[in-house]
Structures are given as C-alpha cells and as structure tokens.
C-alpha cells in the first residue's frame, strides 16, 4: 500500500443495488423490463420522446426516495482521508456519492437529477418531470432531455479521465459488469500505465481477467473492508 497515491476508482450500478436502486443487467434489471433501444440512444428519443421522459422521470422520482447504502459511505469516508490524488468516476446517473459525503466524483455518463437543452447545450439542476416539456431556463426552448450519456454519445470528462488514469497507481473497479465502453477499456488502460488493478463485484465481470485481483462479494461489505485496508 505504500506505493500507492494516486487512486482511481470506477463505480457501477452494483454500488447503488443494495439501497434500492435497479442495476441494468442482473436479472429483474432496466433492460429486462425495457428494450435499450428505445430508451437510451438519442434514436430512441426521436422516435417516442414520451416513453424516455417517463422512463427518466420515474427514475428521477425514485432516487429521490433512496439513500446511500455503507459502500458510498466507505468510498466518501476514503475521499475525506486520503491525501493522494482520488478520482471516483461513476457510471451512475444517481447522486449516493455526494449525498454520502464524497466530492471527488465525477459522473461519465450524466446525472438523472440535471436536465440537458438540446438547443443550447447549457445543464440545469431537475428534479421534477420534464414530461410536460418545461421551458429551458437558459433559452427558453422546450427542449429539455434528460442529461445522460445514451448509446453513441460521448460520455463525458474523457479527458479528465484519461489524464487520472495515466497517473494512477491503482485503479479500483466496484460494481460494474465491464459491457459498456469507453469504461469497460479502464482497466486495461490502467494497466498498460503501470497501474495496479482491483475488482470488487458481486461476480466475476465480462473483464475480470484483466484485473490483477478480484473479489466477490456485496459492495456493502467488500467496499468498507478495502477502504479500512487503504486507511490502515
Ligand atoms: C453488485 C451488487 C452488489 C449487483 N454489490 N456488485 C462494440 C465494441 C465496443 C464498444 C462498442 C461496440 N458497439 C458500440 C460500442 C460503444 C457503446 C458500447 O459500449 N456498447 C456495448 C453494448 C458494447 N458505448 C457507447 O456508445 C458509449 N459512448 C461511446 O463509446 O462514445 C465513443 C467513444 C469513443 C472513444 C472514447 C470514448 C468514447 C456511451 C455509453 C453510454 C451508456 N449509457 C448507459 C445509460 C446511461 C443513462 C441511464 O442510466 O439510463 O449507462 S447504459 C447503462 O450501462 C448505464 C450504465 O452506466 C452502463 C454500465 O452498466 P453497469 O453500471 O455496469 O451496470 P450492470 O447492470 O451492467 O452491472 C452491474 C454489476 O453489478 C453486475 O456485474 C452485478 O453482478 C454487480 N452487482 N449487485 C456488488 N450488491
């Protein structure tokens, strides 16, 4: 450990299952009881610009009724102590880590509690329905959607992340199945730049076999056991 300063840490839906939240591809996930065509690509969108606002503004309403579970609590007691560089760069569009304490995050793929303008390109804070076609406070345009990266859109801060990742000397990967990219490249990245690597999932991911090390278990108890390990 005393090698180690600067941390990367990537956090997935498996992070948010235990307060509540759905992850997308376990069983009983988003995507078993939605097609991902229709509701996270911007071809979806076009097509029936209804369903993906209900689909959004019902997960909007519900991580408004959740809170953080013990792993985000672990992870943000980490971001308050650790004096090495930390970057926590969720795929989640959930807020658990800032509500949990945590600042050092940055979400890739948008946030369910921010709506994007179509015309302007300006973010707003939203937490209430963009079903009714709200006026964007910037424009004035009702071309508000919900501000999360879909399937063919760049995720966001890849640069940021990239330049985290080049310094890292371990990066940490908890509750995230490795089948979406750029993300699910991390680990590979990290390596191929001298990092050490570390998977904390329920199961084995798709990439497990690119981590140095990876154990199973519920993010609720492996995350606080790894970060008692980091603070010693
Ligand atoms: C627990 C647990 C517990 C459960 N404790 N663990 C062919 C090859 C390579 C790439 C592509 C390709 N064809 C197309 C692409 C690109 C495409 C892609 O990856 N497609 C794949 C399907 C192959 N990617 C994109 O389009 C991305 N953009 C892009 O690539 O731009 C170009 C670019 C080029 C170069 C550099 C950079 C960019 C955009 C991807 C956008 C993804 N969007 C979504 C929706 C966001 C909004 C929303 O929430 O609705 O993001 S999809 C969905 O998947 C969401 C998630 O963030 C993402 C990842 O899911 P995650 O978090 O891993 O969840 P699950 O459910 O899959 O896994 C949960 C895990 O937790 C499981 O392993 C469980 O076991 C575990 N678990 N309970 C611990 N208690």
Redesign the pocket.
């Known amino acids: 450990m005393e090698s180690i300063r600067n941390i990367i840490v990537l956090t997935?839906?498996?992070?948010s299952?235990?307060s509540g939240i759905d992850?997308?591809?376990?069983a009983g996930?988003l995507w078993e009881q939605h097609r991902?065509e229709d509701?996270?690509t911007p071809e979806g969108f076009a097509r029936d610009p209804q369903l993906v606002q209900r689909f959004?503004d019902a997960?909007r309403e519900a991580v408004q009724q959740v809170d953080p579970n013990p792993a985000h609590d672990a992870l943000a007691l980490l971001d308050q102590r650790w004096e090495g560089e930390l970057l926590i760069v969720t795929?989640?569009?959930d807020d658990l880590h800032e509500r949990a304490g945590a600042s050092r995050v940055l979400h890739m793929?948008?946030e369910l509690l921010s709506a994007l303008c179509a015309r302007c390109e300006t973010r707003h804070k939203w937490s209430e329905s963009l079903l009714g076609q709200p006026a964007c406070p910037g424009c004035g345009e009702k071309a508000l959607r919900p501000d999360?990266?879909?399937?063919?859109?760049?995720?966001y801060q890849?640069d940021r992340i990239y330049a985290a990742l080049r310094r890292a000397d371990l990066f940490v990967s908890?509750?995230?199945?490795?089948?979406?990219?750029?993300?699910?490249g991390f680990v590979r990245d990290a390596r191929e730049m001298g990092a050490k690597t570390l998977e904390?999932?329920?199961?084995r991911?798709e990439g497990s076999y690119w981590f140095e090390e990876s154990r199973q278990g519920?993010?609720?108890k492996?995350v606080p056991e790894w970060v008692a390990e980091m603070l010693g």
Do not use: C, K
């Open positions: 997935g839906a498996g992070i299952a235990e992850t997308f591809r376990d996930g991902v509701v996270a959004y997960r795929q989640n569009v793929h948008g999360v990266v879909w399937f063919g859109e760049m995720p890849m908890i509750g995230t199945s490795g089948a979406v990219y750029p993300a699910a904390l999932n329920l199961e991911s519920r993010a609720s492996l």
